[in-house]
């Protein structure tokens, strides 16, 4: 099984952040985020990945952000 370590791969997260940009791109009005902080919903995506980096160290930036590019493709 050491193979496997070596291996990359974008995980359903990538698919769940493309359908969050697609979604934000069809919504017009600001999403309210925790505490009331309102944020564009052009931005919401990043704004969540952002987040997540932060809280979730170990979580893959890159299998996110290639979710929310690939959607602009």
């Known amino acids: 099984m050491p193979e496997l ?3 990359w791969v974008v995980g ?9 940009v697609v979604e934000a791109h069809c919504r017009r009005q600001p999403v309210t985020l925790f505490w009331n902080v309102k944020v564009p919903s052009n931005v ?9 980096q932060i809280l979730f160290r170990r ?3 890159f ?10 493709v």
């Open 63 to 72: 299998g996110h952000a290639s979710g929310e590019l690939s959607v602009g």
């Open 44 to 52: 919401y995506p990043f704004v969540s990945m952002v987040i997540t």
């Open 59 to 61: 979580t893959s930036f």
């Open 5 to 7: 370590y070596s291996q």
């Open 12 to 20: 359903f997260s990538g698919v769940l952040y493309a359908m969050m």
